[in-house]
């Protein structure tokens, strides 16, 4: 896995957004800023944590699952996404380890009345399990933990605003076919969970879906294969979890059932 990492600092650096092996600030330094950022986006919503995310690989990461979620809020640097699921000391003890104490609604240590905490990683987790090991174990805290080893975690969108949830500005995802078909390209999934409309929508757009999608009997979660960089790879999206009826238990053995159909 270290010629990927490799592979990813070199496209990064070509990018401006990694100099000296630093983390630079996006806004200020990336070959896109001047389409994603002006004066007044970077005076109201730039923010020193605005800065490249490394992807979180598993330590079993063989190609099996990448999971893609919008963008950062409020978060940023290399060691970001890896602090998120692994932990970065005693009042932020990742992902993993919150999932394997049982929690499902993860807030990494910020007090209650700060942030209230999210569903979203701990979903990812009951869906992966149901890709890669055909099991539904929404209870099972050490498959849900142990799950994130098989995994890789991104962001579509490198940029992380200041504001509401971090909402990217438009311009923003014009930026997605820079980075993350590139690391799609390098990181070589087998299949890619998405969970929110966003990713869907750009691959449509550029017309990369090959075939029919296939929808779940209550729409919830559509599948597709992809074709980047001549190679096919399956698609799995699932309604956000914030999103009216993207909470329901039902969408798991919604999942379960499209995924065994003959």
């Known amino acids: 896995m270290d010629n990927k990492i490799l592979e990813l600092e070199e496209l990064y650096r070509s990018k401006n957004i990694l100099i000296n092996n630093n983390d630079v600030l996006l806004h200020e330094n990336c070959v896109r800023k001047d389409v994603c950022w002006n004066e007044r986006t970077i005076k109201n919503r730039g923010g ?18 990448m999971c893609i979620g919008l963008n950062l809020n409020g978060f940023g640097g290399k060691n970001a996404q890896d602090e998120l699921i692994n932990g970065n000391g005693a009042k932020n003890i990742g992902v993993k380890n919150y999932l394997k104490y049982g929690k499902k609604k993860i807030n990494f240590g910020n007090k209650k009345e700060d942030y209230a905490g999210s569903l979203f990683f701990y979903k990812i987790a009951v869906y992966s399990n149901i890709i890669l ?29 200041g504001g509401k949830k971090s909402k990217p500005e438009n311009n923003m995802y014009c930026c997605i076919n820079e980075f993350l078909i590139q690391e799609i390209v390098i990181l070589e999934p087998k299949k890619i969970l998405l969970l929110g409309n966003s990713v869907a929508e750009y ?30 790879i399956d698609v799995i999206k699932i309604i956000h979890p914030t999103a009216f009826g993207g909470n329901s238990n039902s969408i798991y053995n919604e999942l379960y059932n499209i995924l065994n159909e003959v």
């Open 203 to 232: 691959f449509i757009m550029k017309k990369l879906i090959m075939g029919k999608i296939k929808y779940s009997n209550r729409k919830k979660i559509n599948l597709f294969k992809v074709s980047i960089n001549d190679k096919i």
């Open 48 to 65: 020193n944590w605005n800065r490249i995310a490394y992807p979180y690989i598993g330590e079993s990461y063989n190609g099996d699952l």
């Open 133 to 161: 090991n055909n099991c539904i174990c929404p209870n099972d805290k050490e498959k849900l933990s142990e799950i994130y080893n098989k995994l890789v975690f991104l962001e579509a969108i490198k940029c992380s605003p």
